[in-house]
């Protein structure tokens, strides 16, 4: 299928590695012009050379903390005009409530919630006078089905969803369309992190770790990031322009509710 996307201009924020890196992927085999973003110029020039060895396709790269406003400026003065934006970030570290202090707060709050929110301000007036635009956040599963030591990541992201639900109901009629993708256990840094807390604290093996978290869905399996990147390419695709305001589990039917 010709996803219709081929020359728009897509912003992937964050996208030097894992999951973003997977979209940046995608999009670009898609034809689309991808800026990819990241704070280790090294790894951003890793991943371009990758990008271009799989699909072909030449992609510009951002050195820049998406967490801030200069990192969001920079990303915005090499793209100004973007058709496609995939918010992306690091997730905030995991704990229980009596394990976070209200630095962990703020920070959580600033990177997963505030920082999107601000590049959807940025770019939506001119997606909606160009008559296209497609949004997509990058959450987590966890926000449908949350862990006990996963509330900063979940209350962040929770709160962009919800502007994101929000914002769409006037940019849909304009062929914007804002939606999220929310990841459950994929082969990605992230989730090797989280293994490793495993390891620590129950004393199993790495390979252990991660056969339990694969083990906990029907699927019985781990996700692969290109999966993943495919899934985001559509909802940016020309195709996909009836689909707004929507948070799309990928958790391999982990998900137990109807809605």
């Known amino acids: 299928m010709d996803l219709g996307i081929k020359g728009r201009k897509a912003i992937v924020c964050a996208s030097s590695k ?6 940046a992927t995608s999009l670009a085999r898609e034809g689309a012009q991808v800026w990819i973003n990241g ?8 991943a371009a050379a990758g990008i271009l060895a799989a699909t072909g396709a030449t992609v510009h790269y951002v050195v820049g903390d998406m967490g801030t406003a200069d990192g969001r400026a920079a990303v915005l003065a090499a793209c100004p005009d973007p058709d496609i934006l995939v918010n992306n970030n690091h997730g905030p570290r995991a704990g229980r409530l009596e394990e976070v202090s209200e630095e962990d707060w703020a920070s959580a709050v600033a990177g997963n919630m505030l920082s999107p929110i601000a590049m959807m301000r940025a770019v939506i007036g001119g997606m909606r006078e ?13 926000v449908k089905t949350p862990a006990v030591d996963m509330g900063l990541s979940v209350s962040a992201r929770a709160g962009l969803m919800a502007m994101a639900k929000v914002a769409q109901f006037d ?20 989730l090797a992190s989280l293994a490793q807390r495993y390891v620590a604290q129950d004393g199993i093996t790495l390979e252990e770790a991660y056969a339990r978290i694969g083990a906990r869905g029907p699927a ?3 996700g692969q990031p290109a999966e993943f990147g495919d899934a985001c390419a559509f909802l940016c695709s020309a195709q996909a322009g009836f689909i707004s305001g929507q948070h799309l589990a990928l958790d391999g039917g982990a998900y137990p509710g109807l809605f």
């Open 18 to 23: 894992g999951l973003g890196l997977a979209c």
């Open 220 to 222: 019985g399996r781990i």
């Open 130 to 142: 160009r008559r296209f635009g497609r949004i997509v956040n990058i959450t987590s599963a966890q």
């Open 39 to 46: 704070r280790d110029a090294g790894r951003l020039e890793e």
């Open 171 to 190: 940019s849909v009629r304009d062929n914007v369309t804002i939606n999220n993708l929310l990841p459950g256990p994929f082969d990605t840094d992230r």
